[in-house]
C-alpha cells in the first residue's frame, strides 16, 4: 500500500496555470499505476488523468485533454498534474490514488479501480 498526499492546489485566474503534486510514501510507489480524479460541489468523483507504472502510457478525459499533462518520477515517489488553461469548471477538489492492484500494464479510468486515495487539495479557477 501507499500513502498519498497532494499539495500545490490554490487560486488562479482563468487561463492561468498550477501544478499539483502528489508524494507518496511506501517503496513500492513504482509498482502502481496513477491517477487524478476530481470532484466539484454537488458532483460526482470524475476521472481526470492516469499513467502508468513507467509513465509509458497515460489518458486524460476529453474535457482536460491538450490542457493537463500528468508525469510521475518514481525516484522521488511523486506524481505531477500540471494544468493548464485552467477554466471556472476546473474548480473541485483534486485527488491523486494508486490503482488497487500493482504491476498492471496500461492504466485505467474507472474510480473503482483505484483505492489508497489522498486527502485531496483544492483547485479555484476565478473567470
Known amino acids: 500500500q501507499v500513502q498519498l498526499v497532494e499539495s500545490g492546489g490554490g487560486l488562479v485566474q482563468a487561463g492561468g496555470s498550477l501544478r499539483l503534486s502528489c508524494a507518496a510514501s511506501?517503496?513500492?510507489?513504482?509498482?502502481?499505476?496513477m491517477g487524478w480524479f476530481r470532484q466539484a460541489p454537488q458532483k460526482e468523483r470524475e476521472f481526470v488523468a492516469a499513467i502508468s507504472t513507467s509513465g509509458g502510457s497515460t489518458a486524460y478525459a476529453d474535457s482536460v485533454k491538450g490542457r493537463f499533462t500528468i508525469s510521475r518520477d518514481n525516484a522521488k515517489n511523486t506524481v505531477y498534474l500540471q494544468m493548464a488553461s485552467l477554466k471556472p469548471e476546473d474548480t473541485a477538489v483534486y485527488y491523486c490514488?494508486?490503482?488497487?492492484?500493482?504491476?498492471?500494464?496500461?492504466?485505467?479510468?474507472?474510480?473503482?479501480?483505484?483505492?489508497?486515495w489522498g486527502q485531496g487539495t483544492q483547485v479555484t479557477v476565478s473567470s
Open positions: 511506501g517503496r513500492t510507489f513504482s509498482t502502481y499505476a
Open positions: 490514488a494508486a490503482e488497487v492492484r500493482p504491476l498492471r500494464l496500461g492504466v485505467r479510468t474507472a474510480s473503482n479501480e483505484y483505492g489508497n
